[in-house]
């Protein structure tokens, strides 16, 4: 699975839009862009993943470069609840080898 | 739909006791997963399962055991626990990775200690 680079800490005040960036430049064709979170002593939770065009759901959007190299995440009205380490993943869609978590953003919603 | 439930929440072991962490889906998932998350760091995967009656081992395998005799049930076994499991042991989740791509559901994890 290629390599993902994310800032170490970020923080973004309540109300305004969280956008959290993943360089991902080492990125094969199939291999998905997968975001999860992790707030303080609970399971991860998965947000939202994509290929190569943008996604949205009732979470989040995803935004994709067109060179796939890049990609953010963005959070449109953060809440205090949104703070919390968001991991960028990337790996095939294929497989069953799991998923590989680097340090990920810790994001903190200021109020 | 209670997703995936994992116990017991809590554990101390003595060094040498063995026990079994149960985890549980209700979404007729193939695949499922545990991983151990220690501190500050990020998880790792210990073993996973693509269905009933199939294992293999992840990336930190040594000292446990799994087995999946249905789709719904996904134990983890230390045999004789050791202060160095002393982590927060979390399964997960999915539908097999066909080439859309799933998420993963993860359980509220079992937090162990090894004294």
């Known amino acids: 699975d290629a390599k993902t680079t994310q800032p170490t800490s970020m923080d973004c005040a309540e109300g305004r839009a969280a956008n959290l960036p993943c360089n991902h430049s080492?990125?094969?064709?199939?291999?998905?862009v997968y975001w999860y979170r992790q707030i303080h002593s609970q399971g991860p939770q998965y947000i939202i993943h994509g290929l190569k065009n943008n996604e949205t759901n009732e979470m989040a959007s995803l935004i994709i470069t067109e060179d796939r190299k890049s990609s953010t995440l963005i959070l449109p009205h953060a809440t205090l609840r949104d703070t919390a380490v968001y991991y960028c993943i990337v790996r095939a869609g294929g497989g069953a080898d799991g998923l590989t978590f680097g340090k990920g953003t810790h994001l903190i919603i200021q109020p | 739909n209670a997703g995936v439930t994992q116990t017991p929440k809590f554990q101390v072991l003595k060094t040498g006791q063995s026990m079994t962490l149960q985890c549980a889906q209700d979404?007729?998932?193939?695949?499922m997963s545990w991983y151990r998350q220690d501190p500050g760091m990020g998880l790792r995967l210990i073993h996973y399962?693509?269905?009933?009656?199939?294992?293999d081992q992840g990336e930190v395998p040594n000292g446990y055991n799994v087995s999946r005799s249905t789709t719904e049930d996904f134990p983890l076994r230390l045999l004789s626990a050791a202060p160095s499991q002393t982590s927060v042991y979390f399964c997960a989740s999915s539908y097999l990775q066909g080439a859309g791509g799933y998420g993963y559901t993860f359980g509220s994890g079992t937090r162990l200690t090894v004294v």
């Open positions: 080492t990125i094969s064709g199939n291999e998905y």
């Open positions: 399962s693509v269905g009933a009656g199939i294992t």
């Open positions: 979404m007729n998932h193939e695949y």
